[in-house]
């Protein structure tokens, strides 16, 4: 035999177990992707890169620009930001740990004297990327402004189909 308060707590706890099963699931697919436009120094001659380039310029695995452009200079968001984990993600195919430890092994190889340079905000990336010749860094397309150059990936860029680097 249930007391009152039995009861009393039963009916509230079957209520809430209904509200959440009436919800609709969330998922992290449901907000649209946000794209990621790549940008540079405007004094870098290049305008297009193959996915794979864009690749071995983020690792560190090609130095220099071709065409004269200059050293080349990584860019990336602090860590923890959404648009860092999507480049991790994406271009890297790396989490954070993988990365560390990839940069840590390239350092104590003698194989980088730098580690790319870290800006906690878009205008602070923006602005490195706008001031320092040779540089390459990523933000949402949406936020591109004319003091930087936005490099076509495979042939796209941001907003045409098949444009593939989202967050």
Not at 20 to 28: D, E, F, G
Not at 62 to 70: C, F, H, Q, T
Not at 112 to 135: F, H, Q, W
Request: hydrophobic content about 40%; charged content about 30%; glycine content about 10%.
């Amino acid at each position: 035999m249930l007391t009152r308060r039995a009861a009393l707590f039963a009916a509230v706890l079957a209520i809430l177990l209904g509200a959440l099963a009436s919800r609709p699931p969330r998922t992290r697919g449901a907000r649209a992707a946000v794209e990621l436009a790549i940008i540079v120094n405007k004094s870098n001659p290049n305008d297009n890169l193959s996915f794979s380039e864009l690749r071995e310029y983020f690792m560190a695995e090609r130095g220099n620009w071709p065409g004269g452009a200059g050293k080349v200079r990584v860019v990336m968001r602090e860590p923890g930001e959404g648009e860092r984990e999507a480049v991790l993600r994406l271009v890297y195919d790396m989490d954070e740990k993988g990365f560390n430890s990839y940069f840590l092994g390239k350092k104590f190889r003698g194989e980088i004297l730098e580690e790319p340079r870290l800006r906690a905000s878009t205008p602070d990336m923006i602005k490195t990327v706008a001031n320092l010749p040779g540089a390459i860094g990523y933000v949402r397309s949406e936020e591109v402004d004319a003091s930087v150059k936005v490099l076509r990936i495979d042939g796209l860029a941001p907003g045409d189909a098949g444009y593939r680097i989202r967050q």
